[in-house]
């Protein structure tokens, strides 16, 4: 009985690992196949020795910057739908840092100040001079508080949608789970095995709404099987702690100008999570000269849902707020 056992464990095993092997070859012959629709679209720049992208449409005084959140792996296009709204009378950049969109992959250590370097020279060596006003969506909070936080001066504005604060990942550090999650992910992307749950990939509702066109979509596609939860995405989150732990140590940018959108679903409005994050919102913005909270109905990735409510908030914020106050100190 002991030899049957052996032998059927042998026998799925081996089944197994050349189901990988006919995965991982069916990927890489995809991976090679889709290259064909991935005609840049921005500008490539040299940081570091790798080339960063970033995308410029529009014209105006202000420069809005969209950072995408983690795991967004075509920002240009998942973010199009918000941006496009800015564009009409403002000038945006749509920053893709390493690993993300059109970006090479840098498979460094993703270090806070490394990050920031690289998002400062790539902006200005496509021609977006500073001030701006930065517009994260989740992690990338930490990137652009901690900005706020080293060079003020840079910094107009920051329109921070339904963002990560330092201060609550430092206080929920990944445990042994999470980490070897986050380690399991990245090898099985590397594996291809991403190709068979097409819904894990890229945001279904980009694809459902009409920002993109069909050859779009399908570029959008083929990004995300490219880049997803590669060594950078992998490195970005492991490291969340001690980047947000670096900003935490340093003052809060008071003078900073900060309108804080919070997303809240319907379904979890009374949630522990969510009165939790609401809370620390309003902690934060107690100590921000001028900040604003505001909530919009919607799930985590609140750009594609809600952008005219957005482009309103943030315009109503930066005129009101930001540049009356500007005007009457001259």
């Known amino acids: 009985m002991k030899k049957l056992f052996k032998k059927?464990?042998?026998?799925?095993?081996?089944?197994?690992?050349?189901?990988?092997?006919?995965?991982?070859?069916?990927?890489?012959?995809?991976?090679?196949?889709e290259s064909e629709l991935l005609d840049n679209k921005g500008t490539l720049v040299e940081v570091d020795h790798q080339k960063i992208n970033v995308y410029t449409e529009g014209n105006g005084q202000?420069?809005?910057?969209?950072?995408?959140?983690?795991?967004?792996?075509?920002p240009i296009y998942e973010m199009k739908g918000l941006y496009s709204k800015f564009s009409q009378q403002h000038k945006i950049a749509v920053i893709e840092r390493a690993g993300?969109?059109?970006?090479?992959?840098?498979?460094d250590e993703r270090a806070i100040?490394?990050?920031?370097?690289?998002?400062?020279?790539?902006?200005?060596?496509?021609?977006?001079?500073?001030?701006?006003i930065l517009v994260p969506h989740s992690i990338s909070g930490v990137e652009a508080i901690y900005w706020a936080q080293k060079y003020p001066e840079e910094i107009k504005g920051i329109i921070a949608l339904d963002i990560g604060l330092p201060s609550q990942y430092v206080e929920h550090k990944m445990g042994a789970v999470d980490y070897w999650t986050v380690k399991g992910m990245n090898l099985l992307t590397k594996l291809g095995v991403h190709r068979l749950t097409p819904s894990k990939v890229y945001n279904q509702q980009v694809i459902k709404q009409s920002f993109l066109n069909e050859k779009e979509k399908e570029i959008y596609k083929?990004?995300?099987?490219?880049?997803?939860?590669?060594?950078d995405m992998k490195n970005e989150l492991l490291h969340v702690y001690e980047n947000s732990l670096k900003s935490e140590e340093l003052p809060k940018p008071k003078d900073t100008p900060i309108?804080?959108?919070?997303?809240i679903a319907e379904q979890n409005?009374?949630?522990?999570f969510t009165k939790y994050h609401s809370q620390k919102y309003a902690e934060f913005a107690e100590q921000i000269s001028i900040a604003d909270v505001k909530v919009l109905s919607g799930t985590h990735s609140i750009y594609l849902y809600k952008p005219d409510e957005i482009y309103k908030l943030a315009i109503e914020f930066m005129k009101t707020k930001v540049d009356n106050k500007e005007r009457s100190r001259e």
């Open 8 to 33: 059927i464990g042998i026998f799925f095993i081996a089944v197994l690992l050349i189901g990988l092997v006919g995965i991982f070859s069916y990927h890489r012959y995809q991976l090679h196949m």
């Open 62 to 74: 202000d420069t809005y910057v969209f950072i995408a959140g983690s795991g967004v792996a075509a």
């Open 100 to 107: 993300y969109g059109y970006s090479d992959v840098s498979k």
């Open 113 to 132: 100040d490394t990050m920031l370097a690289q998002t400062r020279e790539a902006l200005l060596k496509s021609g977006n001079k500073p001030p701006y």
């Open 222 to 231: 083929a990004l995300s099987y490219k880049q997803l939860f590669n060594d």
């Open 259 to 263: 309108l804080l959108i919070d997303a």
């Open 269 to 272: 409005k009374d949630s522990k």
